[in-house]
C-alpha cells in the first residue's frame, strides 16, 4: 500500500491526525514540542487543521523519564486507521518494546496508507518491528553507535530529523518543533511555520540536515583555527588514531608548537586528549552495544583488550568487563 510523505499529505482536505503512542519513561520534551508547535499552528491558522490523542498499550497512566505521569486517551486497538502514528521513547526504551507492540506495529503499517514515525527513541520500536529497513532514520546522538550495530538495515543519520518517504524520525527534544515546522510549512507556507516559530519562541527554524551537537569550538570552548581542526581530525579518526606529528604537519605547525597550544588551551597533551576521546567513545560502545571488548577496543585504536582494559581502568577507574556488568545489572532491575 502506497503512502503519502509526511509533507505531502494536504490538511485543506481533512484535519490531520496523530497519535502520540508512549513507551514507559518516554521523553517529554520531544512530545510537548510537537503537540505545542501543532496547537500553535491551529490557533494561527484560525482552524483546528490537526488534532491529536495520546495512546499506549493500556489506559493506564503512563510516566516520562522526569516522574511526570500523564493521562491516556485511547489503547492500541482504538487507534483510527487515518490516524498518523507516532512512537515517543525515552531513556532504555530498546529494553521497553514487548512482542505485542511490535505486531500492532507490523500490522498497522500494513493497514494503514498514513506514515509512521518517531521522537527521540522511539525509533527503536520501529527498527525493531522492521520498519526502518531501508530507510534514513534520525536517534539521538548519543545513542547512534548502538543503533547502526543493532540495525544495520538502517541508515542512521546524525541529522536533527529525517523524513523519508512513509518513515519520519526525530532524534529528540526541541527538533521534534522543527519537524513540526517543516510539515507546516509545506502544508501552508514558510510564512506561516515563521510565525509558529516566533510563537513557541524559536528563533531559527532548523533544516533536517543540520547536526544535533553544538559547533565543535562551542563544546571544547577554544575558537584557535588550527587547534579546531585537529581536534575535529582526532574526532574523526578514532580507530587509526594519527600521530602527533602527522596532526602537526597537516595543521601547517611543528610538533613543539601543537604541544604547546594543548597545554595552553586544554591543560592536556595532545596524546592524552586523543587518548580520553578515544576511551569515551569505547564507553558509549561498551554500555550501548553487545560489542565484544575486542571489537570495541580495535574500534576504538587499540591493538589489543589488555592494552584497552589497563587504559580503561585508569581514567574510569573501573574495568570495561565491572562497567558492562553494572549495566547488565541496572537493565534486569
Known amino acids: 500500500m502506497a503512502r503519502a510523505s509526511l509533507l505531502d499529505l494536504n490538511p485543506f482536505d481533512k484535519t490531520i491526525s496523530f497519535t502520540f503512542v508512549l513507551l514507559e519513561n518516554f521523553s517529554l520534551m520531544p512530545l510537548s514540542s510537537a503537540i505545542d508547535t501543532l496547537r500553535n499552528a491551529n490557533r494561527i491558522i484560525g482552524h483546528d487543521l490537526y488534532q491529536w490523542n495520546i495512546a499506549a498499550e493500556s489506559l493506564d497512566i503512563v510516566q516520562c523519564s522526569s516522574n511526570i505521569a500523564l493521562n491516556v486517551d485511547i489503547k492500541l486497538t482504538d487507534i483510527p486507521s487515518d490516524s498518523i502514528i507516532i512512537i ?14 511490535q505486531e500492532w506495529l507490523c500490522q498497522s503499517s500494513r493497514l494503514s496508507d498514513r506514515p509512521i514515525g518517531a521522537l527521540c527513541l522511539g525509533a527503536y520500536a520501529l527498527a525493531s518491528s522492521g520498519l526502518l529497513d531501508g530507510y534514513s532514520c534520525s536517534i539521538h546522538w548519543e545513542d547512534i553507535a548502538s543503533f547502526q550495530e543493532n540495525y544495520p538495515n538502517v541508515q542512521v543519520k546524525n541529522s536533527l530529523f529525517e523524513i523519508d518517504r512513509d518513515r519520519f524520525t526525530c532524534s529528540g527534544g526541541t ?45 571544547v570552548g577554544i575558537r584557535h583555527t588550527k587547534l579546531l581542526l585537529i581536534i575535529e581530525r582526532m574526532e574523526n579518526n578514532l580507530e587509526k588514531p594519527i600521530s602527533p606529528n602527522t596532526l ?19 591543560n592536556k597533551s595532545p596524546k592524552r586528549y586523543y587518548l580520553e576521546l578515544r576511551l569515551k567513545h569505547a564507553r558509549k560502545l561498551l554500555l550501548q552495544t553487545s560489542m565484544p571488548l575486542i571489537d570495541i577496543a580495535i574500534s576504538c585504536g587499540f591493538s589489543s583488550t589488555s592494552h584497552f582494559s589497563k587504559s580503561y581502568r585508569t581514567f574510569f577507574e573501573t ?15
Not at 519537524?179 to 531559527?204: N, R
Not at 602537526?248 to 586544554?266: D, P, V
Not at 574495568?319 to 532491575?333: C, D, I, S, V
Request: charged letters at 25%.
Open 248 to 266: 602537526a604537519e597537516e595543521a601547517q605547525i611543528s610538533t613543539r608548537q601543537l604541544e604547546r597550544l594543548f597545554r595552553r588551551y586544554l
Open 175 to 219: 527538533a521534534a518543533t522543527d519537524m513540526m515546522l517543516s510539515m507546516i510549512a509545506a502544508h501552508h507556507s514558510e510564512e506561516i511555520a515563521s510565525q509558529v516559530a516566533e510563537a513557541v519562541i524559536h528563533s531559527t527554524i532548523r533544516h533536517s540536515s543540520q547536526s544535533q551537537r553544538m559547533d565543535l569550538h562551542t563544546r
Open 88 to 101: 515517543c521513547g525515552g531513556i532504555d526504551s530498546n529494553n521497553k518494546i514487548t512482542g505485542s507492540m
Open 319 to 333: 574495568t570495561p568487563y565491572r562497567e558492562r556488568g553494572m549495566q547488565n545489572m541496572l537493565y534486569m532491575k
